[in-house]
């Protein structure tokens, strides 16, 4: 039984191993977008942002009250001007309504609607409908803007083809242990990972934290499901669906709270991970089918990847106790030892490289936190698993949104909120 288990966790190692060389790949491609990103700047003004189009910033709240009024404040103090602030209350407890009515009150840009608590789609098709703008730009009420973040997006849309643009989010609070593991994942995860899947027209998810559409092609598509939880995940297939590209621009950024706390990082992944799986049944066609080019035969790698190595990696990790039993150490030059110290080694150049290629350079002194990777990774598949089980038990999903600190430590960048002016470092 012992040999068994042994070799379910040499093939499960291999397994990860092989699937998690792409990513290696994901080097090259992030040059090749760079290059790309300055031919364009090379051609001068794009011909959207040269006839100065309205655009519509949505902001969905929920007991926001801690944190919306940065939000709009770092909105309404961007570079571009020509834009108008929806703000829609989704039957907040607090004092989110009330903020919201002042805020409009304070500026002619800003309008204010609300509405019974019905979940963060129905209240994004809220702000669309009563929206005037030619391009939609929904963003997190806790998120800020940079001054030149609109107009970023913006670029991004200038080729008709573009059905959906997607920033760049990074954490605003750096003030614990987590937040820095996250901050560092997030270099790879978005920064690496979102360059190189552009470049391959195969970018899976426009971020409810900062994401731009086309009106034209949002009513095209019916707008935003209300039923489920990873609405923003959902679109953006859609948008893939009806043969528009998906755009990254990582020079639109917006900085915004991450998980502080295990309950809160664990309660933020268990509902993304449902959103991924209440996708993949709703657009379960999609996988692997040839009419929609690349991303389709992607979407396969993506449910293995973001479903099935979590899983995998459980089962490893019950099987170590037994690998020791077996006689087998870290440090032996096993298999499965020798691959797991040169992922870790792989994993820190991933995150060097992605954090340069960001210009985030104060954030490698987060680099210490590669000791906790391994037990991030662990509760990511312990998060899977937990998804997994709701899902087939038919567990209600909710909104179920961070609580929010107000914490901004970034201070001193180009970053605008309110009174503070955040930067690359606490």
Request: hydrophobic share 45%; net charge positive; glycine share 10%.
């Amino acid at each position: 039984m012992t040999g068994l288990l042994a070799q379910v966790a040499l093939w499960g190692g291999v397994a990860i191993l092989v699937w998690g060389l792409p990513r290696l790949l994901y080097v090259p491609l992030a040059l090749a977008f760079e290059l790309g990103q300055a031919r364009r700047r090379r051609r001068g003004t794009p011909a959207v942002l040269a006839r100065r189009p309205l655009v519509t910033v949505i902001v969905p709240a929920y007991n926001e009250e801690r944190v919306l009024e940065h939000c709009v404040s770092s909105v309404l103090a961007s570079g571009y001007d020509h834009l108008e602030v929806v703000l829609v209350d989704d039957g907040s407890s607090d004092g989110t309504l009330a903020l919201m009515r002042r805020l409009a009150r304070t500026d002619r840009r800003v309008t204010t609607v609300t509405q019974p608590n019905a979940g963060k789609g129905a209240a994004l098709n809220r702000g669309i409908a009563v929206s005037r703008g030619e391009f939609l730009l929904c963003v997190d009420a806790d998120g800020v803007f940079s001054p030149d973040t609109v107009t970023e997006m913006l670029r991004g849309l200038d080729d008709p083809r573009v059905g959906a643009v997607c920033g760049d989010d990074r954490p605003v609070n750096l003030n614990r242990p987590l937040t820095h593991v996250l901050a560092v994942l997030s270099h790879v995860g978005t920064g690496l990972a979102r360059r190189a899947l552009s470049v391959l027209r195969c970018l899976p998810i426009v971020s409810g934290n900062l994401g731009a559409f086309p009106r034209h092609v949002v009513e095209e598509i019916g707008g935003f499901r209300e039923d489920t939880v990873g609405e923003d995940l959902e679109l953006t297939w859609r948008v893939h669906r009806a043969g528009y590209r998906v755009a990254f621009r990582p020079t639109a950024l917006v900085y915004a709270e991450v998980p502080s706390t295990v309950r809160a990082l664990w309660r933020q992944r268990v509902r993304w991970a449902r959103g991924l799986l209440q996708t993949l049944r709703i657009h379960r066609g999609m996988l692997g089918r040839r009419r929609y080019g690349v991303f389709g035969f992607y979407l396969v790698l993506n449910a293995w990847t973001m479903v099935g190595i979590p899983v995998l990696q459980l089962v490893v990790l019950v099987c170590v106790p037994f690998a020791f039993a077996a006689g087998h150490t870290p440090f032996s030059l096993t298999v499965p030892s020798v691959m797991g110290w040169l992922g870790l080694w792989v994993s820190l150049a991933l995150a060097v490289f992605s954090i340069l290629l960001n210009r985030a350079g104060r954030d490698l002194r987060f680099l210490w936190t590669a000791v906790l990777w391994p037990v991030y990774s662990t509760l990511m598949g312990m998060v899977m698993a937990a998804a997994i089980f709701a899902e087939l038990r038919g567990t209600t999903a909710r909104w179920d949104k961070l609580e929010r600190s107000g914490v901004v430590s970034r201070r001193g960048s180009r970053v605008h909120a309110g009174l503070t002016r955040p930067a690359a470092g606490p």
